[in-house]
């Protein structure tokens, strides 16, 4: 599987967008790229993923470059409850992918 | 409609004693597998099972056993616990359906081996 590099932290304003990148320059072309947030201890909770095109869903939009080495997760409207551990994850699919969880970025939503 | 549940939710272990951390979920799922995650560090997977009656080994399977006990179930058994192990686990399950991918994770057990 493809690894990923995130910032460890980043900082957002509540009510105002939070832009999370993440690079995986190595990513072959049958892998998706996916999104988890951990809040606080609790288990991780699936947000989104992507294989070529932009997605967009109730709780996040996903942009990927046109050469699939990066990627930017959008919360557009950021909230306290947003404040997480956000995980960007390449792997394959199929019936019973693995997840291979880095260490991720921190977001901070301030008030 | 629990989800995925997991007992216990804390336990305390000293070095060579034994345990079994149960996981069970309600949603009709095949696939199940068991992290952990160390402080400040990611989850790693230890084992999953694809499907009732099958189990293979992941990133860090030393230590550890598991049980697919029927589709429901999925036990994580240590055999003489390490303070290494000290970690919070995380069972997870998903779909068969390979165009839903999203994995779905119980609450966790907070192990600390003495």
């Known amino acids: 599987d493809a690894k990923t590099t995130q910032p460890p932290s980043m900082d957002c304003a509540e009510g105002r967008a939070a832009n999370l990148p993440c690079n995986h320059s190595t990513i072959s072309g049958n892998e998706y790229v996916y999104w988890y947030r951990q809040i606080h201890s609790q288990g991780p909770q699936y947000i989104i993923h992507?294989?070529?095109n932009n997605e967009t869903n109730e709780m996040a939009s996903l942009i990927i470059t046109e050469d699939r080495k990066s990627s930017t997760l959008i919360l557009p409207h950021a909230t306290l409850r947003d404040t997480a551990v956000y995980y960007c994850?390449?792997?394959?699919?199929?019936?019973?992918?693995?997840?291979?969880f880095g260490k991720g970025t921190l977001l901070t939503v301030n008030p | 409609n629990a989800g995925v549940t997991q007992t216990p939710k804390f336990q305390v272990l000293k070095t060579g004693q034994s345990m079994t951390l149960q996981c069970a979920q309600d949603?009709?799922?095949?696939?199940m597998y068991w992290y952990r995650q160390d402080p400040g560090m990611g989850l790693r997977l230890i084992y999953y099972?694809?499907?009732?009656?099958?189990?293979d080994k992941g990133e860090v399977p030393n230590g550890y056993n598991v049980s697919r006990l029927n589709k429901r179930e999925f036990s994580l058994r240590l055999e003489s616990a390490a303070p290494s192990q000290t970690s919070v686990y995380f069972c997870a399950t998903k779909t068969k359906n390979s165009g839903l991918p999203e994995q779905f994770f119980g609450p966790g057990t907070r192990l600390t081996v003495l």
């Open positions: 994850i390449v792997g394959s699919g199929g019936s019973n992918y693995k997840l291979t």
């Open positions: 949603m009709n799922h095949n696939s």
């Open positions: 099972s694809a499907s009732e009656g099958t189990t």
């Open positions: 992507g294989l070529k």
